[in-house]
T-cell receptor, first 117, second 117 residues
Framework: GAVVSQHPSWVICKSGTSVKIECRSL??????MFWYRQFPKQSLMLMAT?????????EQGVEKDKFLINHASLTLSTLTVTSAHPEDSSFYIC?????????????FGPGTRLTVL | AQTVTQSQPEMSVQEAETVTLSCTYD???????LFWYKQPPSRQMILVIR??????QNATENRFSVNFQKAAKSFSLKISDSQLGDTAMYFC??????????????FGKGTKLSVIP
């Protein structure tokens, strides 16, 4: 149980285009999902907290207009990187809380590797 | 704001031996959890062990155990009978469940563990 999927697992795009990454909780309802960014050989940095049906809360330094987050249902959150540039190339990871399991643990997706040419 | 410090960027251990990974944290919160996550080369984040701060007893999960020293704000991970599959990055993480930023994870920079055959 508590499985989180991400799609796609790997994407390459041209500079200036937009890319959408999906995060799904497969066997539970996730009122809260989180988006992280991880550069090579570095730790996970929280980008934003996404609550179902409301606007995401972004961490300081994260551009809201560049990283659009939508959490329209209890099982799906999406991250759209708009007008992507090479510096946006990174590994993006989502996680979700399961309140039925107490909500004190985050379950992680397998991550999405974004390469912007 | 919380901070998590892992002072050992890399460690190695012989197969079947025991290794301890260090973690210290700083917080003014009273209600929190501490976690150790493993990130193998696949980059999937895997929960290794969790400790509730209000519990004095150290958590154990099979070959994994922690030494939680609340007053010293220390949370080390001991891996016994190390196996080749334990080779991974290990992240210490903090989560408070009251106050600002509830249920968000703050990660340390990680320790790269190599198990040598």
């Amino acid at each position: 149980g508590a499985v989180v999927s991400q799609h796609p697992s790997w994407v390459i795009c041209k500079s200036g285009t937009s890319v959408k990454i999906e995060c799904r909780s497969l066997d539970f309802q996730a009122t809260t999902m989180f988006w992280y960014r991880q550069f090579p050989k570095q730790s996970l940095m929280l980008m934003a907290t996404s609550n179902e049906g409301s606007k995401a809360t972004y961490e300081q330094g994260v551009e809201k207009d560049k990283f659009l987050i939508n959490h329209a249902s209890l099982t799906l959150s999406t991250l759209t990187v708009t007008s992507a540039h090479p510096e946006d190339s990174s590994f993006y990871i989502c996680s979700a809380r399961d309140l039925q399991r107490g909500g004190n643990e985050q379950f992680f997706g397998p991550g999405t590797r974004l390469t912007v040419l | 704001a919380q901070t998590v410090t892992q002072s050992q960027p890399e460690m190695s251990v012989q197969e079947a031996e025991t290794v301890t990974l260090s973690c210290t944290y700083d917080t003014s919160e009273n209600n929190y959890y501490l976690f150790w996550y493993k990130q193998p080369p696949s980059r999937q984040m895997i929960l290794v062990i969790r400790q509730e701060a209000y519990k004095q007893q150290n958590a154990t999960e099979n070959r994994f155990s922690v030494n939680f020293q609340k007053a010293a704000k220390s949370f080390s991970l001991k891996i016994s009978d190390s196996q080749l599959g334990d080779t991974a990055m290990y992240f210490c993480a903090f989560m408070n469940y009251s106050g600002a930023g509830s249920y968000q994870l703050t990660f340390g920079k990680g320790t790269k563990l190599s198990v040598i055959p």
